[in-house]
């Protein structure tokens, strides 16, 4: 199974502050990578698709890049409803593997 | 609008099996796929298992041996059963529509499961 790394387990960060949380996958996934935001208590919500391509209703502050097999997910300034756990996910192949997931909180 | 929602029993004694439903809306199960998600308390995410849209399936090889998915198009529902439970079983159960170009676009809210005798 593709393994995929995601840094780091926890951050702390300002309202209006820069924020980038990491996934490294153990092999080429191409762009097959999705970024998905969880609140307490509520289902994931898929953030970016393709590893560049904003989901619809999706806020343009978040955004997504990739550089080999390291994938970044930026959220450009950080508002109060950002405070949740991210994950990436792998889609190039079976089974679909998720990262440990990022919880982001306020500083 | 796409909508999933999950039913089933909230507990389940060890070494028995789990049903779960997932009853959809908003799309047709006959060209759409949905996937089971699982999450144990304060944990991450684990791919269960796949029914796409010309009724194959797929599983997670962790689970293969005590799952299966299946699924009536004309009731528009999914189901899941797992034998052979135990503790770390416990987990929120979601359903999820998938896509080949986007994964997991659309969630039912989960379900609590709890193995316990």
């Known amino acids: 199974d593709i393994q995929m790394t995601q840094s780091p387990a926890s951050l702390s960060a300002s309202l209006e502050e820069i924020v980038t949380i990491t996934c490294q996958a153990s092999?080429?996934?191409?762009?097959?990578l999705a970024w998905y935001q969880q609140k307490p208590g509520k289902s994931p919500q898929l953030l970016i698709y393709g590893a560049t391509s904003l989901a619809d209703g999706v806020p343009s502050r978040f955004s997504g890049s990739r550089s080999g097999t390291q994938y970044s997910l930026k959220i450009s300034r950080l508002q109060v409803e950002d405070i949740g756990i991210y994950y990436c996910l792998q889609a190039y192949s079976a089974p679909p593997t998720f990262g440990g997931g990022t919880k982001l909180e306020l500083k | 609008q796409v909508q999933l929602k999950e039913s089933g029993p909230g507990l389940v004694q060890p070494s028995q099996t789990l049903s779960l439903t997932c009853t959809v809306s908003g799309f047709s199960l006959t060209s759409n796929s949905v996937s089971w998600v699982r999450q144990p308390p304060g944990k991450g995410l684990e791919w269960m298992g796949a029914i796409w849209s010309g009724g194959s399936t797929d599983y997670n090889s962790a689970l293969k041996s005590r799952l299966s998915i299946s699924r009536d198009t004309s009731k528009s529902q999914v189901f899941l059963k797992m034998n052979s439970l135990q503790t770390e079983d416990t987990a929120i159960y979601f359903c999820?529509?998938?896509?080949?170009?986007?994964?997991?676009?659309?969630w039912g809210q989960g379900v609590m499961v709890t193995v316990s005798s």
């Open positions: 092999q080429d996934i191409g762009n097959w």
């Open positions: 999820t529509h998938i896509t080949t170009v986007v994964p997991f676009d659309y």
